[in-house]
C-alpha cells in the first residue's frame, strides 16, 4: 500500500534556528498538507497545498513558517526560526481525488 | 465553525469486551467523517471514513462506525477488543466539499486501555 514517507523521524534543534521537515507524498496524490501535534493535544491543521501554491492555512502557520514543493516528488516544511513552543509532533499527508487522507508516521520536532 | 467533541479522555475496557468511543460533531453540511488511531510514538492509521451512502461503515482491525445525522454523531465500535487495541484515537470531519484540500479538524482524542 501506498505510504506518505518522513525524514527524519526525530530532530533536535536549538532555539532561533531554521528547520526543514521533508515529506514524500503519494506519488498520484494532488493536494498536500502539514498538521501538527503538540505533546498531548489534538492534532492541528497547519496548511493545505495545491498547484504549487497554498490553498488553505490556520492562524497557527504565520510568517515564520514556510511550505515548498521543490521537484516532483519532495514536499518541506520549514520552520524559519524555531521556538520551543514549535516542539511537536509534525504530520505530513497528501489526498487525490476521492477525499482520502494518508499521513506519515511524523517528525517529532524537539528545540531546546 | 466546524467542531468535533470526543466526551471521553480514557476509557478502560476489559479484552474481549465491547467497545464504544464516543464522536460528535458540529457541521453544517454533509460531513466527511474518518476516525484515526495512533499507536504511542506512531503516526495516524486510517480507521474507516463515511463519506456517503450505507451510514453503517466498516474500517480494518473489525471497527466499524455508525453516522447518526439526527444525533450528529460518528460512534466508533467493536464487538470485542484485543490487548494490541490500547492506543489514542481520533474522530475528524472535512468539509463536503467537490475539491479536496480542505483541512481535517480533529477532536481531542480518546485514549483506550485494555485490562486483562
Known amino acids: 500500500e501506498p505510504e506518505v514517507t518522513q525524514t527524519p523521524s526525530h530532530q533536535v534543534t536549538q532555539m532561533g534556528q531554521e528547520v526543514i521537515l521533508r515529506c514524500v507524498p503519494i506519488s498520484n496524490h494532488l493536494y498536500f498538507y502539514w498538521y501538527r501535534q503538540i505533546l498531548g493535544q489534538k492534532v492541528e491543521f497547519l496548511v493545505s497545498?495545491?498547484?504549487?501554491?497554498?490553498?488553505?492555512k490556520s492562524e497557527i502557520f504565520d510568517d515564520q513558517f514556510s511550505v515548498e514543493r521543490p521537484d516532483g516528488s519532495n514536499f518541506t516544511l520549514k520552520i524559519r526560526s524555531t521556538k520551543l513552543e514549535d516542539s511537536a509532533m509534525y504530520f505530513c499527508a497528501s489526498s487525490g481525488r476521492g477525499y482520502g487522507y494518508t499521513f506519515g508516521s511524523g517528525t517529532r520536532l524537539t528545540v531546546v | 465553525a466546524q467542531s468535533v467533541t470526543q466526551p471521553d479522555i480514557h476509557i478502560t475496557v476489559s479484552e474481549g469486551a465491547s467497545l464504544e468511543l464516543r464522536c460528535n460533531y458540529s457541521y453544517g453540511a454533509t460531513p466527511y467523517l474518518f476516525w484515526y488511531v495512533q499507536s504511542p510514538g506512531q503516526g495516524l492509521q486510517l480507521l474507516l471514513k463515511y463519506f456517503s451512502g450505507d451510514t453503517l461503515v466498516q474500517g480494518i482491525k473489525g471497527f466499524e462506525a455508525e453516522f447518526k445525522r439526527s444525533q450528529s454523531s460518528f460512534n466508533l465500535r467493536k464487538p470485542s477488543v484485543h490487548w494490541s487495541d490500547a492506543a489514542e484515537y481520533f474522530c475528524a470531519v472535512g468539509e463536503d466539499s467537490v475539491q479536496a484540500g480542505t483541512a481535517l479538524i480533529f477532536g481531542k482524542g480518546t485514549t483506550l486501555s485494555v485490562s486483562s
Open positions: 497545498f495545491y498547484n504549487n501554491e497554498i490553498s488553505e
